[in-house]
């Protein structure tokens, strides 16, 4: 599936904001290289693909970590009411 990812997508570099062409780009296992000359500067570069690599959003896993946070209260006071009800 990886593979699939590389061979559809594209690659723009921009180096201060104009588009340069790469020299060459190399695949290896999990990695892709590119390789592009421009003259050293402080410029901006910039490398975009046309595919993004799936990932989870950060505001999914915020929102579970809320859910397992509140879960976790929900079952804390039930048991401390459960315990109240036997002591009483």
Avoid at 58 to 86: G, P, Q
């Amino acid at each position: 599936m990886e593979n699939d990812f590389r061979k559809q997508s594209e690659w723009f570099i921009t180096v201060g904001g104009k588009l340069t062409t790469a020299d060459t780009i190399t695949e290896s296992g999990n990695y892709t290289y590119i390789y592009f000359s421009y003259t050293h500067s402080t410029k901006t570069v910039q490398i975009k693909s046309t595919h993004a690599a799936p990932e989870f959003l950060s505001s999914f896993i915020m929102s579970l970590l809320i859910m397992a946070t509140l879960l976790a209260t929900l079952l804390a006071t039930a048991r401390n009411r459960v315990k109240m009800k036997k002591h009483a």
